[in-house]
């Protein structure tokens, strides 16, 4: 399994950025899948965005296409998410998750970090 820290959450403003990282470790990082999900209060957790291991292919939740790019630094064990033009529904914990390429679910999970946006 891969061990995951997520880190740079925090207070914004509505209309501004924030970068979210995820710091992982583990022999199987870079031949796994990476994912973003959220969750808010009184909410069920979400997807938001994967990467494969390569980095070619992403996807996104609708609600957040445009606006949030995921991307990987396989030579740093690091996974990241760039949210732009962030909206208050956008508050939530934000998870870092991982599953290896033959699986179907993400069964690796950091401890969350919070995004809290302000209107």
């Known amino acids: 399994q891969v061990q995951l820290v997520e880190s740079g959450g925090g207070l914004v403003q509505a209309g501004g950025s924030v970068r979210l990282s995820c710091a992982a470790s583990?022999?199987?990082?870079?031949?796994?899948?990476m994912g973003w999900f959220r969750q808010a209060p009184g909410k069920e957790r979400e997807f938001v965005a994967s990467i494969n291991w390569m980095g070619g292919i992403t996807s996104y939740a609708d609600s957040v296409k445009e606006r949030f790019t995921i991307s990987r630094d396989n030579a740093k064990s690091m996974v990241y998410l760039q949210m732009n033009s962030l909206k208050p529904e956008d508050t939530a914990v934000y998870y870092c998750?991982?599953?290896?390429?033959?699986?179907?679910?993400?069964?690796?999970w950091g401890q969350g970090t919070q995004v809290t946006v302000s209107s």
């Open positions: 583990g022999r199987t990082f870079s031949t796994s899948t």
């Open positions: 998750a991982a599953r290896r390429t033959y699986e179907s679910t993400f069964n690796s």
